[in-house]
């Protein structure tokens, strides 16, 4: 065997990650979409954004857009042909698990309200007080750091992520909020970024998932090799700090036993708000989804999409 294959299972060996926003991308939308498993999938594959997933009225968009530098695409408007009100990208380097904070809380908001409501949470204004939207950052330690006149920033305690508060800016698509992690480059710095009227509580929502201390699983060779310095590695099934974190049972736990751990926390993160019967149906519909993965029945998560890095090239018919 020639050293190169020798060293091929150690590459594709999975390792749990953390912190979270450090970990990239694992090649799939998986995680983002698993809240919306629900809603209609649209394939598009002979478009720039190759994959769509949209609330059933289709006033909630969310694009996957496998070959571009700004991976997501969420906008949310006030009917299914209205320009979008608000509109949240994700680049290719964040996780999607970050993503999946904000998904889930577009999944609860839209179960809470009423048909073509057009005073549904997912389209409220976003608070005066710009401390609502990172409030789960400060929770968990992030302070505060010099900036321009009308900017706000905030760092982690690592240094190795922030958010970007631009009060200066009143244009529907201006970018006004940004978080980011990881040092500067195409290949190493994840960026989620807000317009001016997303409401705060779903920027809070994808703070949350961003400040979560859980550790998400990844292959050797998913983690940048500029990264794997800053970031903890310990493989499945080993005995850590960080497992420790994760409910297990009495086996170590299997990959899909941590994906359904990291969608399961952000549901929890968004849905602290009561529970009404239609945030019952969706939660019911995703124990479904659940239960049809453990039995082995087809899943409504478009895991066989072609789901490409950004540096694939196209796949032409």
Same mark, same amino acid.
């Given at each position: ?39 209609? #999938?649209? #394939? ?23 070959? /571009?530098?700004?991976? =997501? ?18 680049? #290719? ?20 309200? /009423? ?14 007080? =710009?401390?609502? !939207? ?31 508060? /631009? ?12 978080? =980011? ?75 899909? /036993? ?26 019911? !519909? ?17 895991? !066989? ?13």
């Amino acid at each position: 065997m020639s050293a190169r294959n020798a060293y091929e299972p150690y590459l594709y060996q999975e390792v749990l990650v953390s912190p979270l926003y450090l970990a990239g991308s694992d090649g799939t939308g998986d995680a983002g979409f698993a809240p919306v498993a629900h809603w209609p #999938h649209h #394939h598009l594959d002979d478009g720039p954004c190759q994959h769509l997933v949209t609330s059933p009225d289709q006033r909630i968009r969310i694009g996957w857009f496998g070959d /571009d530098f700004e991976l =997501w695409k969420i906008t949310a408007a006030e009917d299914a042909v209205s320009a979008p009100r608000w509109m949240a990208t994700f680049n #290719h380097v964040t996780p999607a698990e970050i993503v999946a904070g904000l998904t889930t809380a577009l999944a609860h908001d839209y179960a809470e309200a /009423d048909s073509y409501d057009a005073n549904a949470r997912f389209l409220t204004n976003p608070s005066r007080l =710009w401390p609502e !939207a990172i409030r789960p950052l400060t929770d968990a330690g992030w302070t505060r750091d010099a900036a321009e006149r009308g900017t706000v920033e905030f760092s982690s305690p690592d240094g190795q992520a922030g958010v970007l508060i /631009d009060n200066r800016r009143s244009s529907w698509d201006a970018r006004t909020v940004e978080l =980011w992690a990881g040092p500067p480059g195409w290949a190493t710095r994840a960026e989620a970024v807000f317009t001016t009227r997303t409401p705060s509580h779903l920027i809070a929502a994808t703070a949350a998932a961003m400040a979560d201390s859980a550790p998400v699983i990844r292959e050797r060779h998913q983690v940048h090799r500029e990264m794997e310095h800053l970031v903890t590695l310990t493989p499945v099934g080993s005995a850590s700090p960080q497992t420790s974190q994760i409910p297990q049972p009495s086996r170590s736990p299997t990959p899909l /036993d941590v994906r359904r751990t990291a969608v399961t926390q952000a549901v929890h993160r968004a849905t602290r708000a009561p529970r009404t019967a239609a945030a019952l149906r969706v939660m019911a !519909a995703r124990s479904r989804t659940a239960s049809s993965t453990r039995t082995g029945a087809p899943s409504p998560v478009p895991t !066989a999409m072609p789901l490409l890095s950004p540096s694939a090239p196209r796949r032409s018919r």
